[in-house]
């Protein structure tokens, strides 16, 4: 939210603070400052190595040679149409200004103004921002002659004085302006950009960061009557009310303003508006906009004569009431878009149907226009989550639906209407009726919380009296209350408790904020004796015994306090704010650390990436939603889970294949040499009214060569299908899988033929791999070199493992052997291992083919096998003889089962 302090000072004296002081308390406060802009008043010098605290941007008025001028007559140029020249007093002498600005143009040749106009002047050598230039230069006025008249001032647009980026008319003040005043006293301003977490939402206006930042300096808010008249709870008879649903609508008011005026606002008003963002359009429509940014209650005005006019019965008091949209319903809004409703949404209607979006933005069919004399005035509160959804349904984030969606107390509802009135009445001259049409089905409860020092203590471990508690919590208008000491026997909400720690330098009896009266505590570098809170009479405050127990009763404008453990912790952050973050020591943790608790699947996974991670895999992190269209380049899928508010249309389901996800990250990175990606993640597999299933898988790509290009690598060979097959063994080596197979893959779609597997433990598969298809490469801008792409079954993969056991290092020599054998085509090596482990049993410790050999020689259809078999005994060092025996029943195996020749 911008925040102008101009518009500050109307509730609190900020006198000695500079906007960088203001920034820094707020910011400490849990308001973060992003941003502080200046339009007129003097800016922080900065050197050039100095750094800055907070982004500033801006610029200063020169208090000499910007002023408050007025126009007493406006002549034509001699030599050129589109020009004037304007007789101008500065408040010392007589000035020729000339301008082209198009807002004075009618005023040309009529001779010496009735009233004259005030506008902002600038004299010869004023600096200000050139008002045709794009963005924001800077330029000097300087005298020069324009179509034979000499120029050396002008009178400024608010873009040339940084206020919006409006340059196509000059500024008209109001005619209270003060001629000959500086203009930086007049209304120089600077506006700080306020981030508005969400648990600050009631902070999204003027009132509410000035109620903070009150409390935070110590300092008294001003107590600024917002009621046009005295609102004692009569209801107004121009209308009726109905609200069906009041979780949805807990509080309606309307107010009635007659015979109003539509024009423009007064300059200061509209001033104020472009520099919290809004357009100004109408004194109306900124009177609801300006009582908005106060309050923080948003307010629409409808067109009263129009909502009478659709009244069919004889009362002719139009009946408003609150409901769901009807299933296609049709709304035009105030932006001239049609929008298709949904029950989702919650409308304003009348008999005759829709009128706006609830708490989102007004329909077209209502809305004030020139010709409006009778001004209807609602302000409500509306279900949060709610106008949250609807405003992303429909892509309409207003500042209504921006306050809305993060919570407005009801009770702010009559408190904006009867402000909106007083605005409208002021700067239309309207009358408004007595009474307010008032709803009120379902008021929220104000959490109470009882809070004791001990409290404080364990948690931000500070030593706080009740007196000096209820202090801080009373800037803030909580309701405090001593209840009867007891004995505390409640469970921490945090299991922690603090010690002195004598690093810190500072005893924990004497730390307390600054601004909190007592004669034993202080601030470091503070003088107890001389400290105080303006508002806080120790005398009136009860008891401090450190087991007293203080009530504490949210005040009526907040919804972010609970109840229980956790209003608890939400009025022990209150204190830590009221008190200063930056005031609370170091300390050093007393209590044990609770016992950490191990989640196994978490650590498994993350074992599994550390695995692949040092295989030479990244991993990346994709989004869950994607499109059909996406996924349907892997594979066509039969359904897939529907996001009912996406937030783009490109991501409008819930992926079906990691996979595919894997592969659309690889694209985006196709120009690299090599990629070897993976992604661990979980799919959503729908299931008909239910929630869909989700099961986690690994995905892994890899393309490009096998090493990269460097000065004695000149042409590495691309990745291939065993280049994925020896780091998946790698990686399922590393996870202590056994019985580990490998098969061809007739299932896999999307994998080629003959160039893809299938991965087994025991009888259970856990992926598949291989080299992507063709023609699912073809739909992929992958590049030449082959695409290696494996999905595994995180489940299957989980509950393959069994455990392993360990050997001792053997004590006796191994025996190396070779034996090639010659079988058909159609035999796989694999199973001529099995064989080879099977038969030699303990004896043969490993077997590894390390040659496969083709030709006419060994016969057609044959290919020769060779294997490095390894022979060992953990009882006996083996003899020839004894090796010999082993190999030589290996090869009647093989003979018997494959029917394997011994290659000589």
């Not at 790698?730 to 056994?738: S, T």
């Given at each position: 939210m911008k925040l102008p302090l101009s518009w500050l000072k109307d509730y609190l004296d900020i006198t000695g603070l500079s906007p960088e002081d203001i920034a820094r308390k707020l910011t400490f406060g849990g308001l973060e400052v992003e941003e502080i802009k200046y339009a007129g008043w003097t800016m922080p010098a900065y050197g050039k190595d100095d750094r800055r605290e907070f982004k500033t941007e801006g610029i200063a008025w020169d208090r000499e040679r910007i002023v408050v001028a007025e126009i007493r007559e406006v002549k034509p140029h001699p030599n050129a149409d589109r020009l004037t020249l304007c007789d101008l007093f500065d408040g010392t002498q007589e000035q020729v200004v000339l301008t082209g600005a198009p807002n004075i143009f009618h005023l040309k040749g009529t001779g010496k103004l009735p009233k004259p106009i005030k506008v902002a002047y600038a004299k010869e050598g004023a600096t200000i921002y050139d008002g045709h230039a794009d963005g924001l230069v800077l330029t000097t006025l300087k005298r020069a002659k324009?179509?034979?008249?000499?120029?050396?001032?002008?009178?400024?647009?608010?873009?040339?004085?940084?206020?919006?980026?409006?340059?196509?008319?000059?500024?008209?003040?109001?005619?209270?302006?003060?001629?000959?005043?500086?203009?930086?006293?007049?209304?120089?301003?600077?506006?700080?950009?306020?981030?508005?977490?969400?648990?600050?939402?009631?902070?999204?206006?003027?009132?509410?960061?000035?109620?903070?930042?009150?409390?935070?300096?110590?300092?008294?808010?001003?107590?600024?009557?917002?009621?046009?008249?005295?609102?004692?709870?009569?209801?107004?008879?121009f209308a009726t009310l109905e609200i069906t649903d009041p979780t949805l609508n807990p509080r309606f008011v309307l107010g009635l303003i007659r015979d109003v005026e539509i024009k423009q606002s007064p300059y200061w008003v509209q001033r104020r508006l472009k520099m919290v963002g809004a357009r100004p359009i109408n004194n109306i429509v900124d009177a609801t906009n300006y009582a908005m940014f106060e309050l923080g209650e948003p307010l629409h005005a409808f067109d009263y004569d129009v909502l009478v006019g659709r009244v069919t019965n004889s009362t002719h008091k139009p009946k408003i009431l609150t409901r769901a949209a009807k299933d296609g319903e049709k709304l035009t809004t105030l932006d001239g878009v049609e929008r298709t409703l949904t029950p989702m949404n919650v409308l304003v209607c009348d008999e005759k149907g829709a009128l706006s979006l609830a708490g989102v933005m007004g329909g077209a069919e209502s809305e004030v226009?020139?010709?409006?004399?009778?001004?209807?005035?609602?302000?409500?509160?509306?279900?949060?989550?709610?106008?949250r959804r609807t405003a992303r349904q429909h892509n309409l984030q207003s500042e209504a639906s921006f306050r809305f969606s993060r919570g407005v107390h009801p009770a702010m509802a009559d408190k904006g209407v009867s402000l909106g009135l007083k605005l409208i009445s002021e700067w239309s001259g309207g009358t408004v009726a007595p009474g307010l049409v008032d709803s009120y089905p379902l008021p929220p409860k104000d959490p109470t919380v009882e809070v004791t020092p001990r409290d404080v203590k364990r948690v931000l471990g500070i030593d706080l009296t009740a007196q000096q508690i209820i202090a801080l919590l009373e800037r803030v208008e909580f309701k405090c209350e001593i209840q009867e000491p007891i004995l505390d026997t409640r469970k921490p909400i945090l299991d922690i408790r603090y010690s002195n720690n004598e690093s810190s330098n500072i005893e924990s009896s004497n730390i307390a904020s600054p601004n909190i009266e007592s004669s034993n505590i202080a601030s470091p570098n503070i003088e107890s004796s001389?400290?105080?809170?303006?508002?806080?009479?120790?005398?009136?405050?009860?008891?401090?015994?450190?087991?007293?127990?203080?009530?504490?009763?949210?005040?009526?404008?907040?919804?972010?306090?609970?109840?229980?453990?956790?209003?608890?912790?939400?009025?022990?952050?209150?204190?830590?704010?009221?008190?200063?973050?930056?005031?609370?020591?170091?300390?050093?943790?007393?209590?044990?650390?609770?016992?950490?608790?191990?989640?196994?699947?978490?650590?498994?996974?993350?074992?599994?990436?550390?695995?692949?991670?040092?295989?030479?895999?990244?991993?990346?992190?994709?989004?869950?939603?994607?499109?059909?269209?996406?996924?349907?380049?892997?594979?066509?899928?039969?359904?897939?889970?529907?996001?009912?508010?996406?937030?783009?249309?490109?991501?409008?389901?819930?992926?079906?294949?990691?996979?595919?996800?894997?592969?659309e990250a690889a694209e985006k990175n196709a120009r690299?040499?090599?990629?070897?990606?993976?992604?661990?993640?979980?799919?959503?597999?729908?299931?008909?009214?239910?929630?869909?299933?989700?099961?986690?898988?690994?995905?892994?790509?890899?393309?490009?060569?096998?090493?990269?290009?460097?000065?004695?690598?000149?042409?590495?060979?691309?990745?291939?299908?065993?280049?994925?097959?020896?780091?998946?063994?790698?990686?399922?080596?590393?996870?202590?899988?056994?019985?580990?197979?490998?098969?061809?893959?007739?299932?896999?779609?999307?994998?080629?033929?003959?160039?893809?597997?299938?991965?087994?433990?025991?009888?259970?598969?856990?992926?598949?791999?291989?080299?992507?298809?063709?023609?699912?490469?073809?739909?992929?801008?992958?590049?030449?070199?082959?695409?290696?792409?494996?999905?595994?079954?995180?489940?299957?993969?989980?509950?393959a493992q069994s455990?392993?056991?360990?050997?001792?290092?053997?004590?006796?020599?191994?025996?190396?052997?070779?034996?090639?054998?010659?079988?058909?085509?159609?035999?796989?090596?694999?199973?001529?291992?099995?064989?080879?482990?099977?038969?030699?049993?303990?004896?043969?410790?490993?077997?590894?083919?390390?040659?496969?050999?083709?030709?006419?020689?060994?016969?057609?259809?044959?290919?020769?096998?060779?294997?490095?078999?390894?022979?060992?005994?953990?009882?006996?060092?083996?003899?020839?003889?004894?090796?010999?025996?082993?190999?030589?029943?290996?090869?009647?195996?093989?003979?018997?089962?494959?029917?394997?020749?011994?290659r000589s």
């Open positions: 324009i179509r034979g008249v000499e120029s050396y001032s002008m009178v400024c647009s608010e873009k040339e004085l940084g206020i919006s980026e409006e340059h196509e008319g000059i500024i008209l003040l109001d005619e209270d302006a003060p001629v000959g005043t500086p203009l930086a006293d007049y209304m120089g301003d600077a506006v700080l950009e306020v981030k508005i977490n969400p648990n600050m939402a009631r902070c999204a206006s003027v009132l509410g960061i000035a109620r903070e930042l009150a409390a935070l300096l110590g300092r008294e808010l001003r107590d600024k009557s917002t009621h046009v008249y005295t609102y004692t709870g009569t209801q107004g008879d226009t020139d010709k409006t004399k009778n001004i209807l005035l609602e302000g409500a509160a509306w279900n949060f989550i709610n106008v001389n400290i105080a809170s303006p508002n806080i009479e120790s005398s009136n405050i009860a008891s401090s015994n450190p087991e007293s127990r203080i009530s504490v009763t949210t005040p009526p404008y907040r919804l972010d306090i609970g109840e229980g453990v956790v209003g608890l912790a939400d009025i022990l952050e209150e204190i830590a704010r009221l008190y200063g973050i930056e005031n609370i020591p170091a300390t050093n943790i007393a209590d044990a650390l609770p016992p950490q608790i191990g989640n196994p699947i978490h650590e498994w996974e993350e074992r599994l990436r550390d695995l692949l991670i040092s295989l030479g895999f990244i991993e990346i992190v994709s989004y869950r939603m994607t499109s059909v269209e996406k996924e349907s380049r892997l594979a066509r899928f039969d359904d897939h889970v529907v996001i009912a508010n996406p937030i783009t249309p490109e991501r409008n389901v819930l992926r079906r294949s990691l996979l595919a996800s894997v592969l690299a040499e090599s990629l070897s990606l993976f992604e661990i993640g979980a799919v959503f597999l729908p299931h008909k009214n239910e929630l869909p299933d989700e099961p986690r898988k690994l995905a892994i790509v890899m393309t490009g060569r096998r090493a990269a290009t460097a000065w004695d690598v000149k042409d590495s060979p691309v990745l291939d299908f065993f280049d994925m097959k020896g780091r998946i063994e790698l990686l399922l080596a590393g996870l202590q899988l056994a019985d580990v197979s490998y098969a061809p893959a007739d299932s896999a779609a999307h994998l080629h033929p003959g160039k893809a597997a299938e991965i087994k433990v025991g009888d259970k598969m856990i992926g598949q791999f291989g080299e992507l298809h063709p023609l699912v490469k073809e739909r992929y801008e992958l590049g030449a070199s082959p695409v290696l792409a494996a999905e595994f079954d995180l489940a299957a993969l989980t509950s455990g392993f056991s360990l050997a001792p290092v053997p004590e006796f020599p191994p025996v190396y052997e070779d034996i090639a054998v010659i079988v058909d085509e159609s035999v796989a090596a694999a199973r001529v291992e099995s064989l080879i482990r099977q038969t030699g049993g303990r004896s043969v410790t490993d077997a590894r083919l390390f040659d496969v050999y083709r030709d006419e020689k060994i016969g057609a259809g044959k290919k020769s096998l060779a294997y490095a078999l390894t022979y060992q005994s953990p009882e006996k060092t083996l003899t020839d003889a004894e090796a010999a025996a082993i190999r030589n029943k290996i090869v009647k195996r093989l003979e018997q089962e494959v029917k394997a020749k011994l």
